[in-house]
């Protein structure tokens, strides 16, 4: 019975911790990647490595005669099937699971099997994700991109998808004067950024 009771008592400390470190909130001021003069390029491995500014893979080389950029080489690549060239120019296969990484001047994130570029890095970030459609019938064939916008928590690393509804649950919630004056805008989904603006400036005062 004692063991037991003991063996309860160390999984539920356990479950305390685990949770405690998924729940863990950032201090906006103290984020590293919303104070840095530059961004630092590389692999994040993590959330983590993305709040610190510290991407623990740095030492990455594209092949030259393929002239591959950043975003093109990660735009549809699958996270379970990237590649690297090492300093012989071998293709070597990425083993660790990829967060995002950063160019040294813009930061893509992998959400939804694609790696979505940063368009506005703040307290609420806002990335777009996009993807590739291709129609063909017997005469033609035609392509389309689908872009679909979504906003981060950075102090949580929490996804929303961007919109008027979430803009009040999740950004002005806590900003009356601010929500009132959007509840009044006749053309709301057009204001969506000034007001992640405006909250993101008020963060970092």
């Not at 999984?11 to 998924?22: C, R």
């Not at 872009?147 to 102090?155: G, H, N, P, R």
Request: one cysteine or more; proline letters at 1%; a positive charge.
């Amino acid at each position: 019975m004692i063991m037991k009771r003991l063996i309860f008592i160390v999984f539920f400390i356990q479950s305390l911790f685990v949770l405690s470190q998924e729940s863990k909130v950032y201090n906006v001021k103290e984020i590293e990647i919303l104070n840095a003069d530059s961004l630092n390029q590389g692999l994040y491995i993590s959330y983590d490595e993305f709040i610190h500014n510290d991407p623990s893979i740095t030492d990455v080389r594209f092949h030259d005669d393929k002239r591959f950029e950043w975003e093109i080489m990660f735009f549809n690549k699958k996270k379970e099937d990237l590649y690297i060239y090492d300093e012989n120019g071998k293709k070597v296969k990425l083993k660790e699971k990829v967060w995002g990484f950063c160019n040294g001047e813009s930061i893509y994130i992998y959400h939804k099997k694609r790696y979505c570029k940063v368009e506005k890095l703040g307290k609420y970030s806002v990335f777009i994700w996009k993807m590739e459609q291709a129609y063909f019938t017997q005469s033609s064939g035609s392509f389309n991109t689908a872009e679909k916008e979504f906003l981060m928590d950075i102090s949580t690393g929490e996804i929303y998808k961007l919109s008027s509804k979430n803009l009040k649950k999740y950004v002005l919630n806590n900003e009356p004067e601010l929500l009132e004056k959007f509840k009044n805008e006749t053309l709301r989904n057009t204001m969506l950024y000034l007001y992640i603006n405006k909250v993101n400036l008020k963060y970092m005062q």
